[in-house]
């Protein structure tokens, strides 16, 4: 295949265990860092709004919640202005994903595994 990256018919070329064993790698590095950054992340989105409607309820800070309500349902109007524009690209770029997995079985497998064990180890 022309739209292929070069490495990757060198790759195909190896058995299915070596082709599954090298995917793992960068799947188990997403899976490590979705874990250690996704978590972070939540906890800091989750501390920060604890935070916020602590101060708020102390009387240290005045949150004007109209406001708030305000600018989420614009947020929600941009939002969803900006997924009708760009679905057919995401479904594009899906259904490319779907024929790579789909072709390229054991990479897939490779891939997931890793991301599952970098996930949960």
Not at 15 to 31: E, K, M, N
Not at 43 to 72: F, P, Q, R
Not at 78 to 104: D, P, W, Y
Request: aromatic residues 10%; glycine residues 12%.
């Amino acid at each position: 295949m022309a739209s292929e990256p070069n490495g990757l018919p060198l790759l195909l070329s190896q058995p299915p265990y070596v082709q599954a064993g090298i995917a793992c790698i960068p799947g188990w590095l997403s899976g490590h860092l979705l874990k250690k950054f996704g978590g972070a992340a939540a906890c800091a989105v989750a501390g920060g709004s604890l935070l916020l409607l602590y101060l708020h309820n102390k009387g240290y800070v005045t949150v004007h919640w109209t406001a708030i309500n305000k600018d989420v349902k614009q947020w929600k109007e941009t939002t969803s202005n900006i997924q009708r524009e760009h679905q057919e690209g995401f479904k594009k770029v899906l259904k490319k994903m779907k024929c790579f997995a789909q072709t390229h079985q054991y990479l897939s497998l490779g891939f997931m595994a890793g991301f599952g064990l970098g996930f949960l180890l």
